[in-house]
């Protein structure tokens, strides 16, 4: 079995100021975890992926992770928002031996100029 | 990663009928994912489609409201059957490359925007 909770429904930040969303997770095997953005009427992007590789994990547009066991924490950081960051974010668990995954309800994260 | 081509993007239709949602991938991959989200909410796995064998679905999901076909390893179908307004959501599929520690993720569609009137 495996679930996300996704800690904050709505986070909002002031321009230039730093992002932090939470996502903790369970899962009955060593899980794959993903953070997904999703923009008003767009498709879903990936930002970040951990693959029990390196658990300070590094994505697009300067969006960073990590991945702590003990904590079973998988939080999205970014040192400094942008207008352009506003939207829509997945946290999101698999276990790829089954290869379906879980998705955290989302954090609307909005950025004042 | 793979490029997944969806359509249609958005349809609306009258309840009591019936959609058919393709979604073609340039890669030939073992299993395909069905999503539903519904507005303002995270997405729900449907199904997992895998080729040559019927689809998985998860709970609150049955084969009767949503059959699905997979007749290669590039294809899938979801069809949404005798529609409701209930069902207005974007449907999106999704596939995944990875096996075991190399999980590169999932590609998604674009979606398919459905709304029932």
């Known amino acids: 079995a495996q679930s996300v909770t996704q800690l904050d429904s709505h986070v909002s930040v002031s321009e230039g100021t730093p992002v932090l969303l939470r996502c903790n997770y369970s899962?009955?095997?060593?899980?794959?975890l993903f953070w997904y953005v999703q923009h008003p009427n767009k498709g879903l992007q990936l930002l970040l992926k951990?693959?029990?590789?390196?658990?300070l994990v590094k994505g697009i547009n300067g969006f960073e992770a990590e991945f702590k066991k003990s904590e079973t924490s998988f939080h999205l950081t970014k040192p400094s928002a942008h207008m352009s960051d506003a939207a829509e974010y997945f946290c999101?668990?698999?276990?790829?031996?089954?290869?379906?995954?879980?998705f955290g309800d989302g954090t609307t994260l909005t950025v004042k100029p | 990663s793979a490029v997944i081509s969806q359509k249609p993007s958005r349809d609306i239709c009258q309840r009591g009928t019936s959609l058919t949602i393709q979604c073609q991938v340039d890669?030939?991959?073992?299993?395909m994912f069905w999503y539903r989200q519904q507005p303002g909410q995270s997405l729900t796995l449907i199904a997992t489609?895998?080729?040559?064998?019927?689809?998985?679905?998860e709970s609150g999901f049955v084969i009767d409201k949503f059959p699905i076909s997979r007749p290669n390893l590039t294809f899938s179908t979801l069809t949404v059957s005798n529609m409701s307004p209930e069902d207005s959501s974007i449907y999106l599929c999704?596939?995944?490359f990875g096996q075991g520690a190399r999980d590169y993720g999932y590609t998604f569609g674009s979606g398919t925007r459905l709304t029932v009137v």
């Open positions: 999704s596939v995944n």
């Open positions: 899962s009955s095997y060593s899980p794959s």
């Open positions: 951990y693959t029990s590789a390196a658990t």
């Open positions: 999101v668990v698999s276990n790829t031996n089954a290869g379906k995954s879980t």
């Open positions: 890669s030939q991959v073992t299993m």
């Open positions: 489609a895998n080729q040559g064998s019927e689809a998985t679905y």
